[in-house]
């Protein structure tokens, strides 16, 4: 997955030491963080880590770029990888984003797999991938935001296919770059997604930054200079 991040060589988690406080009884220079290194001997295979994030029971997943997931309780790290005998298993080694849902589900944005839902409660990952077949599928295979807006609901940025809300029942609503006649993104690669207010989400593409009207798709482009010209496109204004 193209990131602009170097490697990791090692995982490093920090934790935070209770101070009494007295401060006099703090020596001078004390440093109130601890770091230990954990490798491969540990259980951390990958030295390419893209996301984390911790779940509800505490336990802490990281995404990788080529070794699927790993999970660390604390104690041991249970790694989830693709396997092609199964269809419940994480569908691409490529798993570098991850988001935890509030219902306690983690998504799983993989580059070239599509995007799975893994369920902690059985063990199942459900995935979702590009059918060309199907207009309502996920628009591409490679994810690489994630986004769960006030009302709960999933959206999803993609390489170079634009911007999906997850409908359920594997159905996804696609908004993608704008053309002539129809609203829509200033560019279908969207690096991140954040929200706004209860009507719209804010959508960093590789061609300017947009505030997309959830409801309707009609969006706003931000530019940084009048020399960046926006794209020809119906029903949208543009902001320098």
């Not at 997943?61 to 298993?89: C, H, I, L, Q």
């Not at 589900?105 to 590009?130: A, C, L, M």
Request: aromatic share 12%; glycine share 10%; hydrophobic share 35%.
């Amino acid at each position: 997955m193209a990131k602009p991040f170097g490697l990791v060589p090692v995982i490093c988690i920090f934790f935070i030491l209770l101070l009494n406080t007295t401060h006099a009884k703090v020596p001078p220079l004390a440093n109130e963080y601890s770091v230990q290194a954990y490798g491969a001997e540990d259980g951390f295979v990958s030295s390419e880590i893209y996301s984390i994030v911790q779940d509800h029971p505490g336990r802490i997943w990281f995404g990788t770029a080529e070794n699927g997931v790993m999970r660390y309780d604390g104690t041991a790290v249970k790694r989830f990888e693709f396997d092609s005998m199964n269809p419940d298993a994480l569908p691409h080694n490529d798993a570098g984003n991850l988001m935890l849902a509030r219902s306690g589900k983690i998504w799983i944005g993989t580059w070239g797999g599509g995007v799975s839902q893994y369920d902690p409660k059985t063990g199942v990952f459900k995935n979702y991938t590009h059918d060309p077949m199907r207009g309502d599928s996920l628009s591409a295979n490679r994810v690489q935001s994630l986004y769960q807006d006030q009302d709960g609901r999933i959206w999803l940025g993609t390489y170079d296919q634009g911007l999906n809300l997850f409908l359920g029942n594997n159905r996804f609503k696609r908004l993608l770059q704008a053309t002539e006649t129809t609203p829509g993104l200033s560019h279908n690669r969207i690096w991140d997604i954040e929200g706004h207010d209860s009507q719209s989400l804010w959508v960093a593409t590789s061609y300017g930054l947009n505030l997309v009207n959830k409801e309707t798709g009609h969006a706003s482009y931000f530019f940084p200079s009048l020399t960046i010209k926006p794209p020809p496109v119906a029903m949208k204004s543009v902001i320098y």
